[in-house]
């Protein structure tokens, strides 16, 4: 289970994120702070640039308003901040590479001195015992490492929803991993992080309506470096030095490459050009999306490795890593240089996913979900109808399924559009579960009680309903922002309450009358669109 206070962290983080974009956005339009259209850029229109603070307000306030801040959260809190101002600033006014560089490695310096996290120790890396720096030589390590990894979340900030995406899968891994050795600081920064770029997301994957900026990257890059020193060099138990180096290896590798080619050319290492690897994607012939969606891919690939062998001696894990890291470059040089070898490149297109024949197959394909979204709605009812019967004094979980069927029965006649309508839909879904709740230790024929019952229904709603909304048509009715809002704030307050220990359930009827609520919609807007043609 996730402990309560990181759900917490993350919904509040999520939800100011998503509060705070498009009121920046708004005002970075007004006050000129945008990105122009340039030659090495993608995007063909002025786009604002100011989401980093969005991602960082977000951070801040979500550990603030929930963590009691120790020594490691406070030094890191402290080092983004500067990182923050100095990725702002140049975001706003425009900075040199020295400057942008002396700003970072006053933030890691900050940091190391208030949190005391350093990497001193690095593993077992050639299978002769532990690897253990002097201090002298272990300060100015960490300096370098944390530069690093700021510059490759930076350099990696070249297509919409690329940088934000490979970082929230790296904290997705982290949070695991500190999990794992129970480190209550990684989780908390991990969830509160994520909320932030989860937040910012929605409005940077392409086609882009703001960037997150050097504020954004270096804030993240920053964050994400100390985390991989927290999470093997803090207090308590650790994991191998060299898991985080593999989560956060494509970006890693990317630096490196990139800038020893430029220091082999007599070139500035922060020079700008097209050498990255997002650039190698496209140079393939590859679109923006499907690059973005190809780079995800290899970055939870790398996350997954990484958690299923953090326990691994170093000297096996970096250099089978490396070894694979190798092919998969070479295999792309091979295809850049014949491309002509490779026709099914030509086939990725830059219109949108929902006009491409594949996506309409399979769109197709999913109407099948429906009538099997009806199949479980009457189930359920039939469940707590039946348990209701069983139990002594059923005449509550019966109501509630009464007035379940008659708002189902009234949105699937009349207009699935009446707010009226929908807010009894969400009333009676919510009283449904709530009535199961209290029923959950009923069995039903088959010997098994009625919460693991609910528990396998939900799982499978869930399933169906996301492959619904994410394959969906043109014109389909669906969840309204305002409706998403509202849940949101709900689930917030449920957890908030179920913290407390009054209220130890409030969360898990909410999270289910939503996804009933979303079943039941998809149902009747199915209905809506088949009759308006």
């Known amino acids: 289970m996730i402990p309560t206070v990181d759900v917490l962290i993350f919904m509040t983080a999520l939800f100011t994120s998503l509060t705070l ?14 990105d122009h259209p340039g030659p090495r850029k993608v995007h063909s229109q002025a786009i604002p640039r100011l989401g980093g603070v969005a991602i960082f307000l977000a951070f801040v306030f979500a550990l603030l308003a929930f963590v009691e801040l120790g020594r490691e959260v406070r030094g890191i809190l402290a080092g983004s901040l500067v990182v923050f101002i100095v990725g702002l600033i140049d975001d706003l006014y425009g900075l040199s590479a020295r400057m942008k560089f002396a700003g970072e490695i006053s933030a890691v310096l900050l940091t190391m001195l208030i949190s005391r996290l350093y990497l001193d120790r690095l593993g077992d890396l050639f299978g002769f015992g532990e690897v253990i720096l002097p201090l002298w030589f272990a300060l100015p390590f960490t300096l370098f490492a ?3 990894v700021i510059n490759a979340i930076n350099f990696i900030d070249g297509l919409d929803g690329l940088s934000g995406g490979v970082s929230l899968v790296a904290l997705g891994a ?20 994520s909320g932030a770029i989860l937040g910012f997301l929605k409005y940077n994957f392409y086609p882009a309506r703001i960037f997150m900026g050097d504020a954004g990257s270096l804030t993240v890059g920053f964050v994400l470096g100390f985390l991989a020193i927290f999470l093997t060099q803090g207090p308590g138990p650790t994991v191998n030095p060299m898991t985080p180096v593999v989560v956060l290896g494509l970006p890693i590798i990317d630096t490196v490459w990139v800038m020893a080619r430029r220091l082999l050319q007599r070139r500035s290492p922060f020079a700008a050009d097209m050498t990255h690897v997002h650039h190698k994607f496209l140079n393939l012939g590859l679109q923006h999306r499907f690059t973005v969606i190809l780079i995800y891919a290899i970055s939870l690939f790398s996350a997954l490795v990484a958690v299923a062998a953090h326990d691994w001696p170093a000297y096996l894990l970096l250099p089978l890593y490396l070894l694979i890291s190798a092919a998969c470059y070479l295999a792309l040089r091979h295809r850049i240089i014949h491309r002509e070898r490779y026709p099914f490149l ?16 399979i769109a197709q394909a999913a109407e099948g979900v429906v009538p099997v979204l009806s199949t479980l709605f009457v189930v359920y009812l039939g469940m707590v109808t039946y348990a209701g019967f069983r139990s002594g004094g059923g005449r509550w979980p019966l109501g509630a399924v009464a007035f379940a069927g008659c708002a189902f029965f009234l949105l699937h006649f009349w207009r699935p559009r009446s707010r009226f309508l929908l807010a009894l839909l969400y ?7 709530f009535a199961a709740e209290g029923l959950g230790g009923r ?15 939900f799982a499978v709603m869930l399933l169906l309903v996301t492959v619904k909304v994410l394959f969906r048509r043109h014109g389909e009715f669906f969840v309204t922002s305002a409706e998403v809002t509202a849940f949101v ?19 898990g ?19 809506r669109f088949v009759s308006d043609g």
């Open 346 to 361: 030509a086939l990725d297109s830059s219109s949108g996913l929902r006009e491409s024949a594949l996506y309409s197959r």
């Open 427 to 433: 009333l009676a879904g919510l009283s449904v579960v």
């Open 174 to 193: 982290f949070f695991f991993l500190g999990r794992h050795v129970g480190s209550a600081g990684v989780m908390a920064l991990c969830a509160a992080l």
């Open 443 to 457: 069995e039903l024929p088959p010997g098994v009680s009625l919460s693991r019952a609910n528990d396998l229904i």
């Open 489 to 507: 704030v709900s689930i917030f307050l449920a957890v908030a309450l179920s913290q407390g220990g009054e209220f130890p359930h409030f969360a």
């Open 509 to 527: 009827v909410l999270l289910r009358g939503g996804i009933l609520f979303v079943a039941i919609k998809t149902i009747v807007s199915r209905k």
């Open 146 to 148: 944390v530069v690093g």
């Open 21 to 34: 974009v498009p009121a920046l956005r708004r005002w970075a339009l007004d006050s000129g702070s945008v």
